[in-house]
């Protein structure tokens, strides 16, 4: 009887935490005679509980929108400490059509078929770019695409082999459990890979074009290792882009999304004073094209450095690669050693330590914004102190689902029903299992109607049902902010102050007010 009582009343504080206004007086009668009657369980006041936390949170406002312009914080940036801007160039300055990643893929499957000889057949797939999502993960000896949430977990129903979703059951066969290692995971950080963390927006051709083979040859009774198809598919990507670049370079307007407020957020940086760098990895002349598109042919007046060629991520960690000069004139590299780093020039190669020497920046005044947690800002954050923004694309479409009304009802639902769950589960009679376990039914199928509503494959890029995604873990951890695109900045002064939002611990109150 004590555990009922105590679990009734769990319920009512549980719900009267998540709720913004006070709730009518004749629900909260009625919760509050559940919490005192003293009497035995029974099916029907589990229903009329469960009835009436349904109308207390029908009767209230839907949470407002989030701004898909907004600026949103990991860790507190004043940006009056900001001296020096630098920046990526593909998928930070510059964003693409889903046209470009079509073309990725159409090249690479022609790889496959000319230079490793495989079937004809493979010519005629097709992208699909509603497929895969951002930050999954690749099991490159089982052979098997996931999703992974920040402890390692895998996201059951987001994880194919080829086109195929595998069950809950394969998934236990396979693994054992949910839950993979972390040196099974992080593997290639140690040198001994069996997991590939596909990170970046280029990496979406990869994904598709891997499955879809598999599945082809799952189809067709073709006998294959995931290992030889998986370096077979990277390495065919890898060698594209000199292609993909001259093509696109060609035809930069078919293949480029302009912002017309871009200028305007470089304006507004050397009103200020502020210097301003770019370190890419793309060529020089394929970065020429599109700046020249997106800010104008004088561009470079904007930038005090311009580094290509840089050969991320070990521009940042390898100190024995110095930097050349580009002779523009007949498009090759000076062979003269490079003492200092001066504007109107291009430098090629070079690494983090002769750049900082050489122009004096130090630490928390430079700024820095890219598109890949790892490659762009994991080193500058973790070992130089450099403060940190990510250009995260897809926040366009997954804000626009957030404001959905149908996700906000849904989603609001989903959190009160897991608290009622979570209540009521120390119950241990048979029938008060028995509207537990619908209850459980229901919230699995609401977990699956908001993933689907993101992608009916992988769900967010963000978030699995009740933890951030492996991807966010890193996002949070190496970038200070993160925002759509650079041009949202123009909606905040240069001397802004960044804040985090406070979030709650799992030991602290729900909530400060009631």
């Known amino acids: 009887m004590l555990a009922t009582m105590r679990g009734v009343q769990c319920i009512y504080s549980l719900y009267l935490a998540s ?33 009436d936390h349904r109308a207390l949170w029908e009767s209230k406002k839907l949470p407002d929108n989030v701004n898909p312009r907004a600026v949103f914080a990991n860790n507190e940036l004043d940006l009056r400490d900001i001296k020096v801007y630098g920046f990526d160039y593909d998928y930070t300055l510059a964003n693409y059509e889903v046209t470009v990643e079509s073309l990725i893929y159409d090249l690479g499957k022609n790889v496959l078929v ?15 770019r509603d497929f895969a999502v951002r930050g999954l993960h690749y099991d490159i000896e089982q052979g098997l695409l996931m999703k992974l949430d920040q402890f390692q977990q895998i996201q059951i129903g987001s994880i194919f082999r080829g086109l195929t979703r595998l069950s809950q059951k394969e998934v236990l066969e396979i693994y054992g459990s949910r839950s993979l290692p972390l040196h099974y995971v992080e593997g290639h950080l140690r040198g001994h890979a069996k997991m590939a963390h596909l990170a970046d927006l280029f990496s979406l051709p990869e994904m598709c074009l891997l499955s879809q083979v598999a599945q082809y040859f799952h189809d067709n009774n073709v006998p294959y290792h995931s290992v030889p198809l998986f370096n077979d598919v990277k390495a065919a990507i890898g060698s594209i882009h000199p292609e993909m670049h001259r093509i696109v370079g060609r035809n930069i307007s078919e293949y480029l999304i302009k912002d017309p407020n871009l200028v305007t957020f470089f304006d507004m940086l050397k009103k200020n004073k502020k210097e301003i760098f770019i370190i890419t990895n793309s060529p020089f002349y394929f970065v020429d094209a599109g700046m020249s598109y997106l800010l104008g042919e004088n561009w470079r007046d904007y930038f005090d450095v311009v580094v290509a060629s840089a050969k991320k991520p070990a521009f940042f960690t390898d100190s024995m690669r110095p930097f050349r000069e580009l002779n523009e004139e007949i498009h090759i590299q000076t062979w003269g050693p490079v003492t200092k780093l001066e504007k109107g020039k291009i430098y090629l190669e070079g690494n983090l330590s002769q750049l900082q020497e050489m122009k004096g920046w130090q630490g928390q005044e430079v700024l820095y914004f890219g598109d890949h947690p790892y490659s762009d800002l994991a080193d500058v954050s973790l070992n130089h102190s450099w403060r940190t923004g990510a250009i995260i694309w897809e926040l366009d479409y997954e804000i626009e689902c957030l404001n959905c009304e149908d996700y906000k009802k849904i989603s609001g639902w989903l959190m009160i029903l897991q608290s009622l769950i979570e209540s009521s589960q120390d119950f241990e009679d048979e029938e008060s299992r028995k509207i537990v376990q619908q209850w459980e039914e229901e919230r699995d199928l609401l977990r699956k109607k908001t993933k689907d509503m993101f992608n009916c494959h992988f769900g967010s890029v963000f978030r699995t049902h009740n933890n951030p995604t492996y991807f966010s873990r890193r996002l949070f951890r190496f970038a200070d902010i993160y925002t759509s695109r650079l041009s949202n900045l123009n909606d905040y002064c240069i001397n802004h102050t960044f804040y985090p939002r406070r979030g709650v611990l799992p030991h602290e109150y729900k909530s400060l007010f009631v």
Do not use: D, G, H, W
Request: aromatic share 12%; hydrophobic share 25%; proline share 4%.
């Open 19 to 51: 709720v913004q206004t006070r709730p009518s007086r004749r629900i909260v009668r009625s919760i509050r005679m559940c919490t005192m009657q003293k009497r035995e369980y029974s099916q029907e006041f589990l229903q009329k509980c469960y009835q």
């Open 114 to 128: 000319s230079k490793y000889r495989y079937p004809e057949a493979i010519k005629s797939l097709e992208y699909n």
